[in-house]
C-alpha cells in the first residue's frame, strides 16, 4: 500500500507539503505542486480520508440529491454540477431520492453521517405534515445549494430558472399566432417550478383578456402514461382547446402519444409547446416548440455557488438566489389559428 511518506520520497519534498497540496491549503509552489501531483499520479495514491478529516475536517466530497434520475434534466444538471466539482478535486457521491421526501429525509442523514462538506439538492415534493422535517431542514450545518426547485423558505441560496417567464413566453407565442382556447398539462405536486410556470400560463391569458378555463388546466404526476391520460381527457371535451401547452418533458411525451393515438395531427389539428429540450425533442415529427431551460449551466452555476460558500462562507454571497434565463425555441409544433383549422406559420 502506498503511503504519504512514498509520495514526498517520489516527489523529493516534505510530508508537510504533501498535505498541503492533497488538502488544499496553498503556501506551495507551483512547479513543487505539479511534482507532488505527478508523483501521486505514478504511484496511484489514495489519501486517507478518515484522517484528512481529523485534521482538517473537510472531506472533499460533496453530495448531489436528484428527484428522477430518468427525467433527461436532472442528469444534464448534474453532469454541469460535475464539470465544476471535479476540477476542484471534490468526490461526490449521487443520490436518487424517486421524488419521495422520505427517502430526501434519508440520504440527507446518510450525507450528514459522511461528514460531506456540501451538499446540492433538488428537492422531492414535500409530504405534508413533514413540517418538523423542513425546519431541520433550513438548520442542517451542512451547506446546502438548492437547484431547480425550491422549498417554502426563500431565504437560501439557490439556483432556478425563470419558470414564470417560460410559462408566459409559451403561452403568449400560441395566443399571438390567434388562439384563445388554451390548455395546460402541469405537474400537481406542490414545487415552485410547476406553481411558476403555471402561473406564468396565467399572467399571459389576464394580459390578453383571456378568461381562464378551470376545465383547461389538468394537473398529474410527471410520467409519459398521465401525459397520455390528460391528453385524451382534453382532446375529447366537446369544447376542446386549440393549443396544449404542456409543462414537462416526460408529460409532453405522453400528450404527442395521446394525438396520435386519437388520429388528431400537430399542429394542423392541436398545437402544442413542450418544456426542456433534448435530443429526442428534434426526432418528433413535427419537431417540438419548447421553452428550454438551461440544464447544464445550470448546475455549473449551483456547484460554483456552493464552492464559494465553502470557501467564503454563505454571507459572501451578493446574490444568494440566481435565476437563469430560459428560451423558446420555436420549430413546426404550433400552427396559425384560422377559425376551424390550423396553418402553418
Known amino acids: 500500500m502506498v503511503k504519504i511518506t512514498d509520495v514526498a520520497k517520489k516527489a523529493g519534498v516534505s510530508v508537510a507539503t504533501v498535505s498541503r497540496v492533497i488538502n488544499r491549503q496553498g503556501n506551495v509552489k507551483k512547479s513543487t505542486e505539479e511534482k507532488v501531483l ?63 421526501e422520505y427517502e430526501e429525509m434519508r440520504y440527507l442523514s446518510i450525507l ?35 437547484l431547480d426547485r425550491l422549498p417554502q423558505f426563500q431565504d437560501i441560496p439557490a439556483v432556478v430558472a425563470d419558470n414564470i417567464g417560460g410559462g408566459y413566453a409559451a403561452t403568449t407565442h400560441l395566443i399571438k399566432l390567434g388562439h384563445r382556447k388554451i390548455a395546460i398539462i402541469t405537474v400537481q405536486y ?77 399542429p394542423q389539428d392541436i398545437s402544442v409547446v413542450g418544456y426542456d429540450d433534448f435530443d429526442w425533442e428534434n426526432v418528433f415529427h413535427p419537431r417540438l416548440t419548447v421553452v428550454a431551460q438551461p440544464a447544464y449551466q445550470m448546475g455549473e452555476t449551483a456547484a460554483w455557488l456552493l464552492i464559494k460558500i465553502l470557501r467564503d462562507g454563505v454571507d459572501s454571497l451578493p446574490n444568494k438566489k440566481i435565476i ?7 420549430r413546426e409544433s404550433c400552427g396559425i389559428y384560422r377559425q376551424s383549422k390550423l396553418k402553418m406559420p
Not at 471534490?90 to 421524488?99: Q, V
Not at 450528514?112 to 433550513?138: C, F, H, T, W
Open 112 to 146: 450528514e453521517a459522511k461528514k460531506v462538506d456540501g451538499i446540492l439538492l433538488i428537492k422531492a415534493p414535500p409530504r405534508s405534515g413533514n413540517e418538523q422535517y423542513m425546519e431541520k431542514l433550513n438548520n442542517l450545518p451542512v451547506p446546502i445549494v438548492y
Open 324 to 330: 437563469l434565463s430560459v428560451e423558446l425555441k420555436i
Open 190 to 266: 406542490p414545487l415552485s417550478v410547476h406553481r411558476e410556470r403555471l402561473q406564468g400560463y396565467v399572467n399571459a391569458l389576464r394580459e390578453h383578456n383571456i378568461s381562464i378555463n378551470k376545465f383547461y388546466i389538468k394537473k398529474g404526476i410527471p410520467t409519459i402514461e398521465e401525459g397520455i391520460s390528460l391528453g385524451h381527457s382534453l382532446i375529447n371535451m366537446k369544447d376542446r382547446p386549440t393549443a396544449i401547452f404542456a409543462t414537462n418533458n416526460k408529460m409532453t411525451i405522453g400528450l404527442m402519444r395521446a394525438l396520435e393515438m386519437a388520429g388528431l395531427q400537430c
Open 38 to 100: 505527478e508523483a501521486i499520479k505514478e504511484l496511484d495514491y489514495i489519501p486517507n480520508f478518515p484522517a484528512r478529516y481529523l485534521k482538517t475536517k473537510r472531506t472533499l466530497t460533496i453530495g448531489i440529491i436528484v428527484p428522477d434520475i430518468t427525467n433527461p434534466f436532472f442528469p444534464i444538471a448534474f453532469r454541469g454540477a460535475e464539470s465544476v466539482v471535479k476540477q476542484e478535486d471534490y468526490t461526490i457521491i449521487l443520490c436518487n431520492t424517486f421524488e419521495d
